[in-house]
C-alpha cells in the first residue's frame, strides 16, 4: 500500500512539475525553432509585426532552418537519440506519422494545452492528419489544397476546357490534345503531364492517411486498384513528359511549354509565381481537380517535442497557438510565402476574394478555401511512411509495365 502511494505521489509531482509551469509575459524569454524551406522568412515578418509584438514583448527568437530533406533527417535523429531539440519544430504532414510511434512529440490535445479546443476554427482534416491514436502529434499552421494548375494559353489552342473536367478519364482525353510534336521534327516536346507519378497520391487524399482504417490495409481495393490503372493509363496514353521531381528539367518544364498541366497542392502557386515560372504571368490558371474531387497535398504542422523543458514548453506553446490561431499570422505567413491559412476564420478575408495577376485576375483563393472546407479527414498510423514507399515502388511497377 506504501509503495503504490509513494508511486502515485511521484506522478503528481511530475504532473505538476510537467504543467505547474505557466507562460510568464513580464519575463523574457528566447524561444528556439526547427524550420524548413522559407518558413523562416514569413516569421521572422510575423514577429516583426505590431500585433505579435503588443502581444509578445518579452520574446525573441532562434532559428535553426534547413532544407526539407535536412531538417526533417536532423529531427528525426535528434529525437531517436532523446536529445533535447528546438522548443518548437516544424513538420510538413507525411513526416507526422514518423513519431506516432516513438512518442518523441509533446501530445497537444492533453491538459493544459488542450489543442482540439484551441484548434476548433482550424480546418478540421488538418486537424485530423495530425492526429492518431488518439493524441495531437502537431498544431497545422499552412495547408495545401490539391488543386489543377493549367497553361490557359495551350489549352486554348487545343480548345479544351480544363474548368469542368467531370472525370480523370476525360482529363486524360485533354492531355492527349496537349501533348504535341510543336517543331515537327518527328518528336513530341509539349506534353500534358510531367509524369504518371504526379497523380499517384493526390486521388487518395494526397496519401495523408487512412491506409489503414479500422485494421484492414488499403480497404476497399477498388479504390487503390483504380489510381494504378489512372497511372498505368496516363503512361501507356503517351501524355507524360517522364520527368522526375525536383530534377532540372522538370523545374524548366512549367516555363518553357514543355509541360501544361500539374495537379498539385496549392503551394505549388507560389512556386510558379516566385521562382519556377514568374515570366509566365497571366498564362497560368487554376481549375478544380477532375470531378471536383477534393484533396490535400502537403502542409505544415507545428510540434513542441516531448524533451523540451516544461517552463520552455509554456512559452513555446503561446507562440504555436499565436502562429496557427491569429489571423493576423495566417494572413502575413500567406503574404509572404504562399502558404494558405489553415485557419477557417480567414476564408471570409478581403484578401480571399482579391484576383491575382500572375493566374489572369483569377480569384484562385476562393477555390483554394473551398477546397480546403471540403477535404475529408484521414485517419493516421503509424505504419503510413512505410506504405506510402511499398505503394510508391508499386506506382513505379506499373508504370514501367
Not at 510537467?18 to 510568464?24: C, E, N, S
Not at 502581444?55 to 533535447?84: I, M, W, Y
Not at 486521388?203 to 487503390?224: Q, R
Not at 525536383?246 to 498539385?264: D, R
Amino acid at each position: 500500500m506504501k509503495k503504490k502511494l509513494l508511486a502515485f505521489l511521484l506522478v503528481l509531482v511530475c504532473a505538476v512539475s510537467v504543467f505547474g509551469q505557466k507562460f510568464d509575459p513580464n519575463k523574457k524569454y528566447e524561444v528556439t525553432m526547427g524550420l524548413y524551406g522559407d518558413l523562416e522568412t514569413a516569421y521572422k515578418q510575423v514577429f516583426a509585426s505590431a500585433d505579435f509584438k503588443a502581444k509578445f514583448p518579452n520574446v525573441t527568437f532562434k532559428f535553426q532552418t534547413a532544407d526539407f530533406n535536412g531538417h526533417h533527417n536532423r529531427l528525426s535523429t535528434v529525437l531517436a537519440a532523446g536529445e533535447v531539440p528546438n522548443d518548437i519544430e516544424a513538420l510538413e504532414i507525411r513526416y507526422i506519422a514518423n513519431f506516432v510511434e516513438g512518442g518523441g512529440l509533446t501530445d497537444l490535445s492533453a491538459a493544459p494545452f488542450n489543442g482540439r479546443e484551441v484548434g476548433k476554427d482550424i480546418v478540421p482534416f488538418a486537424m485530423a492528419n495530425a492526429t492518431a491514436k488518439g493524441k495531437l502529434l502537431a498544431m497545422p499552421v499552412d495547408i495545401a489544397p490539391a488543386v489543377m494548375f493549367y497553361r490557359k494559353d495551350l489549352a486554348d489552342e487545343a480548345k479544351v476546357n480544363m474548368d469542368a473536367l467531370k472525370s480523370w478519364d476525360e482529363y486524360i482525353e485533354a492531355a492527349k490534345k496537349l501533348t504535341l510534336d510543336r517543331n515537327k521534327d518527328g518528336k513530341k516536346d509539349q506534353f500534358g503531364i510531367t509524369h504518371p507519378g504526379d497523380v499517384a497520391l493526390i486521388p487518395l487524399n494526397g496519401g495523408n492517411g487512412d491506409w489503414i482504417v479500422d485494421g484492414k490495409i488499403l480497404e476497399p481495393k477498388e479504390k487503390y486498384i483504380a489510381v494504378l490503372k489512372l497511372a498505368q493509363k496516363i503512361r501507356t496514353s503517351g501524355v507524360d513528359a517522364d520527368l522526375g521531381a525536383w530534377t532540372g528539367p522538370w523545374t524548366e518544364s512549367f516555363k518553357n511549354g514543355t509541360v501544361a498541366t500539374m495537379p498539385n497542392g496549392a503551394w505549388f502557386g507560389g512556386a510558379l509565381k516566385t521562382w519556377m515560372a514568374p515570366d509566365l504571368k497571366g498564362k497560368w490558371r487554376v481549375a478544380y481537380l477532375p470531378g471536383k474531387m477534393y484533396a490535400a497535398q502537403g502542409g505544415t504542422y507545428l510540434s513542441i517535442p516531448a524533451k523540451v523543458p516544461a517552463e520552455r514548453k509554456a512559452v513555446a506553446w503561446e507562440i504555436v497557438k499565436y502562429l496557427t490561431t491569429s489571423p493576423s499570422a495566417q494572413l502575413i505567413t500567406f503574404k509572404a510565402i504562399d502558404a494558405f491559412p489553415a485557419l477557417t476564420t480567414v476564408y471570409n478575408d478581403k484578401v480571399m476574394d482579391e484576383p491575382v495577376e500572375y493566374f489572369g485576375g483569377q480569384k484562385v483563393r476562393k477555390i483554394y478555401a473551398d477546397v480546403a472546407l471540403h477535404t475529408p479527414n484521414s485517419v493516421v498510423s503509424e505504419y503510413d511512411n512505410v506504405i506510402v514507399s511499398i505503394w510508391n515502388r508499386a506506382i513505379g511497377n506499373v508504370i514501367t509495365g
